[in-house]
């Protein structure tokens, strides 16, 4: 099975900063990964499909990067609603894998 | 517009059983996979199962195997998970969330969760 480890699980940070969550793969998924968002209590968000491809809706600061192993979400300029727990996950198998989550929390 | 209801959560004791139901509306149900995705108090996501646009294969996380079934009512528009000889580590709060149509996505829309607790 395939195991998707993020970085850092936790990151303070102020409004206006720029922010960037690194996602690993155990094993080559091409561009399959997906990035979500989520709010306490609230379903997750798809923010970012195929490693780069921003979903509808979705502010442009949010950008996606990587494929085979290696993968990074960026937000460019933090917003205050931006503060929650993004996910990355795998899609390239009839299985899903989530990451562990990184609580993106105020400096 | 795409909308997944839950239904089905609520308070079970350990080794019991549970059907959770998920109705889908606003797109075309046929040729969505689906899957059920899961989440346990204070921890994150885990999906539980799969299943493709015409219910022929369906796919669990281990520690579920055996125990869960997914299945679909195309005729419906309903996806349900049936959930046997539960364990207080299945409860969660249990979403469902439209798959892969071909459109190079999954997961773009979910339901609202619906909350299983097994205990004594």
């Known amino acids: 099975d395939i195991q998707m480890t993020q970085s850092p699980s936790t990151l303070s940070a102020s409004v206006g900063d720029r922010v960037t969550i690194s996602c690993r793969a155990s094993q080559s998924i091409s561009s399959w990964l997906a990035w979500f968002q989520q709010k306490p209590g609230k379903a997750p968000k798809l923010l970012i499909y195929?490693?780069?491809s921003l979903e509808s809706g979705v502010p442009s600061r949010f950008s996606g990067s990587g494929s085979g192993t290696e993968f990074t979400l960026t937000i460019s300029s933090l917003q205050p609603d931006d503060f929650a727990t993004y996910y990355c996950?795998?899609?390239?198998?009839?299985?899903?894998?989530f990451g562990q989550g990184t609580k993106v929390e105020i400096k | 517009e795409v909308q997944l209801v839950e239904s089905g959560g609520t308070l079970v004791q350990p080794g019991g059983s549970l059907r959770l139901s998920c109705a889908a509306s606003g797109f075309t149900f046929t040729t969505y996979s689906m899957s059920w995705v899961r989440q346990a108090p204070g921890r994150g996501l885990e999906w539980v199962a799969g299943i493709n646009a015409d219910g022929s294969k369906k796919s669990y996380v281990d520690s579920v195997r055996g125990r869960f079934t997914i299945s679909r009512d195309n005729a419906k528009n309903s996806l349900d998970l049936h959930m046997n000889s539960l364990r207080a580590e299945d409860t969660a709060v249990y979403y469902c969330?439209?798959?892969?149509?071909?459109?190079?996505?999954?997961?773009?829309?979910w339901g609202q969760g619906t909350l299983v607790t097994v205990s004594s």
């Open positions: 996950q795998d899609y390239s198998s009839y299985s899903r894998t």
């Open positions: 969330a439209r798959d892969w149509g071909g459109y190079e996505r999954n997961f773009d829309y």
């Open positions: 195929k490693a780069s």
